[in-house]
Every structure is written in C-alpha cells, then in structure tokens.
C-alpha cells in the first residue's frame, strides 16, 4: 500500500479527516499537506504544498510514495465571492493537477469534494434529486459544477478513480470554518457554550442542509473503501444528513442551555444560501455504497455543546 497526502489538510474537513486517517492506516502512512504551518501537531508528517503548484505535488507523490490524494484545498463560497478570478484558479488548477496525477497513474485514487453549491436558483429545492437542474449562481458553485463535470470526464476517458461527495453544511468542535455560508451552525455554538448571544448573517428561516463531522468523515472514508464497481456516479454523490434553520438550531440549543439568545442581521451571504436547496435527495449514495448519517440535529448539538464545554 502506498501512502496518503491530504491536500487543504489544516482546514476545518482537514483537520478531522487527518486524524481519522491516522487512526486507520498509521501516522506513517499518512502526510499532511497545506499553504500554512500547523499551529498544532497533525499527528504524521507535514508539508507546506501550494495546490497550484505541479511540480511540488509531484516532488511529494515521489517522495512519499503517495497512491491516494484526498484533496480539500479550495476558496469557499463566501470568500470566493471577494475574488471570483483567484477561487476559479486556485479550485479549478489544482483539481486539474491531481486529476493529470491520476491520468499519468502517478496515484491511484483521488478524492475531491463537491458541495450543495453545484444548485442554484432554478434548482428543485426540496429532496432535491441526484440528476437534476444545476444552473450555480456563485463563484464556487460554479467552480463545484465544473469541477464534478472534469472528475466525471477523466474517469471516462482515462479512467481516473476519482470519488466524490455533494457535502452540505459541516459542523464539528475540532476546527473552525473557513468562509463558506454554512459557517453559522459552527459559530452559534462556541457563542452558546460562552454563554453570549449570537448574531446570525442568515434570516431566521432559512432552511439549510448540514451534517455532522464525524458522520461526514465516517462517509468519506467509506466511499474510499468502496468496490469501485459500486461507485456508479463519478460526478458526485448527493450526500445528506438532516435540515434545519437558524430558528430551530437556536431552539434545539435552547433546550440544552435554556438562556441561549439569537439576533439576525442577514448579510451577502443570505442571497448564496437563499439559492441553495433546503433538502437533499442522497437514496443514490444509501443505495450503492450503503450511506447512512447516524446524528441527528438533536444527537449533534448534545455532543457538539459537551466538546465545546
Ligand atoms: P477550509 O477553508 O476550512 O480549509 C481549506 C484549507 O486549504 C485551509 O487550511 C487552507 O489553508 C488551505 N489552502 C488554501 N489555499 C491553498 C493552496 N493554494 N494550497 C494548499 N492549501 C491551501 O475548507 P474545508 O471546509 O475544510 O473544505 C475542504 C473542501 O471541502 C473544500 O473543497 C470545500 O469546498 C469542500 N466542502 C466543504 C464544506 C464544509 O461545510 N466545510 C461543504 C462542502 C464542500
Ligand atoms: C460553504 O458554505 O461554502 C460550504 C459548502 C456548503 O460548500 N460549507
């Protein structure tokens, strides 16, 4: 078995999946990689990478013998948003780069997540389906939808073992989020176990898709175990947990802290979310390589508020 070099690695999916990597395959067999330094130890071997840069992912395939790319390097979509021509570069290029990896058999299975940005306005918005309309109106849904387009593309054509999953909205205590429009179900709970009120940049009923980390990486992980014939869509698969709004994260808080207090001041990044579905069809994902979330909203925010505290 080669080894395993997480691209993006001190993100908030990073950070978990890193860990969870080093329990199942051995801090050996597992390198860390980021634009950054790490402020904490990741556990196994760590390298500054640029994912637009080429030569230097070739240099660390190489060197550490990598056969397996989990690739998590990307502006997200509020961020990309400030700078539509550097996101568009930075997805797309290193999405390239890692595909050409796997096209010259340089590694052997990638892995790149899309989002529930691939949807748009004129997208179905409830138990939205699988295969259906996808006309983005973001910088990063459109980089998303094009990157699923590519992913699909050079497995076809060259037979890449490219997986892919449609996250929603993630939500762990390990790490932070880093500017996406999902990111308030995170912040609400750190103001919440600090005992302060919280100020939502959504409207109070906006209705989201989200998923609890360690469901999300449990998922990733066994889509990545999967018989390959058992992946069958090789865009991306639907991938989905529970729905709520900001007025029902903050009434499910309020059962466990009954003082906790919400204000909404919604900002730019209510007219991303307000084109995003509000629930997700994933029966493809359950059905061919046995997806199931087991966290619930209730279950998540127990155990994110006993983590926090
Ligand atoms: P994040 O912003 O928390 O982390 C991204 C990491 O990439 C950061 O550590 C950053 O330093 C690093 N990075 C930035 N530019 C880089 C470069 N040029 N080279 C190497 N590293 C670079 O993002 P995340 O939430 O961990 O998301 C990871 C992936 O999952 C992204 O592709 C994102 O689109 C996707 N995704 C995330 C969510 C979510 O809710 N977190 C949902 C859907 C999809
Ligand atoms: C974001 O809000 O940008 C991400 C995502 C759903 O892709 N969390």
């Known amino acids: 078995m080669g080894r395993i070099l997480v691209v993006g690695a001190l993100g908030q999916i990073g950070t978990d999946l890193v860990t969870a990597l080093v ?5 050996d067999n597992v390198i860390a990689s980021d634009i950054r330094d790490p402020q904490q ?3 196994c071997a760590f390298e500054i990478l640029d994912a637009t840069d080429e030569n230097r992912f070739k240099e660390l395939v190489t ?3 990598i056969d397996t790319i989990y690739h998590l390097a990307a502006t997200l979509s509020a961020k990309a948003e400030n700078n539509p021509l550097f996101s568009w570069d930075l997805n797309m290029k290193s999405l ?3 595909l050409e990896l796997g096209k010259s058999g340089a590694i052997e299975k990638l892995f790149w997540p899309s989002s529930i940005a ?3 306005p004129t997208t179905p918005k409830s138990n939205t389906p699988q295969k259906t309309i996808t006309e983005p109106n973001s910088v990063y849904g459109i980089s998303k ?4 387009r590519w992913c699909e593309y050079y497995h076809e054509k060259y037979g890449v073992d490219v997986r892919s999953v449609r996250y929603p909205g993630l939500i762990g205590y390990n790490s932070l989020p880093g500017g996406g429009t999902t990111d308030y179900a995170v912040d609400i709970y750190h103001k919440a176990v600090k005992g302060q009120r919280f100020e939502c940049f959504l409207e109070k009923d906006c209705v989201l898709p989200m998923m609890y980390m360690p469901d999300a990486i449990r998922g990733t992980l066994e889509l990545m175990d999967a018989d390959p014939k058992l992946v069958k869509e090789r865009s991306s698969y639907n991938f989905s947990a529970f729905s709520f709004s900001p007025e029902q994260i903050a009434d499910v808080i309020r059962a466990e802290l009954p003082g906790f207090e919400i204000a909404y001041a919604p900002d730019q990044r209510q007219e991303i979310a307000g084109t995003w ?3 997700i069809n994933d029966a493809a994902a359950r059905a061919d390589w046995g997806w199931k979330n087991e966290f619930s909203l209730e279950s998540m925010t127990r155990d994110m508020l006993k983590n926090l505290s």
Do not use: N, R
């Open 23 to 27: 329990k199942k395959y051995g801090s």
């Open 41 to 43: 130890d990741p556990g």
């Open 277 to 279: 579905p509000d629930s």
């Open 118 to 120: 691939v949807f748009g």
């Open 145 to 148: 939808l094009a990157g699923e």
């Open 63 to 65: 060197h550490y013998q």
């Open 96 to 98: 390239l780069i890692t």
